[in-house]
């Protein structure tokens, strides 16, 4: 069964008008991926200034990056980017999200609508 943050996540990155997903949608245009074709594993915060995420791209690549931003000022989600960019196709299933991920890729093979 996949997560629910990996649905709620990816929703938000479809939906959401909030800052953070509206930045997160155009860095990831800016790496060629469609949101509406992304799936997002994980954004978790790491630190004041970043939180750590992962995505599927509708082509099955896994990438894994920091999104840096000022959490403090009021609208610093506006000026976050991208650090670290890493495709890890070759290796998540190494890491500590490989359960997620596995089911992620799942989820995203099912032919019935994701909800």
Known sequence: MVSSIVVQYTDLLR???YELWSRLRELLKGQGL???RTIVVDLLQEGPDHEDGQVISDDGKVYKFSLFY???AEHGARSAYLHDWTDITDSWRAGSLATRTADAFAWMARPAKRS
């Open 15 to 17: 939906t959401s008008d």
């Open 34 to 36: 469609d949101s509406d």
């Open 70 to 72: 000022d959490q403090a």
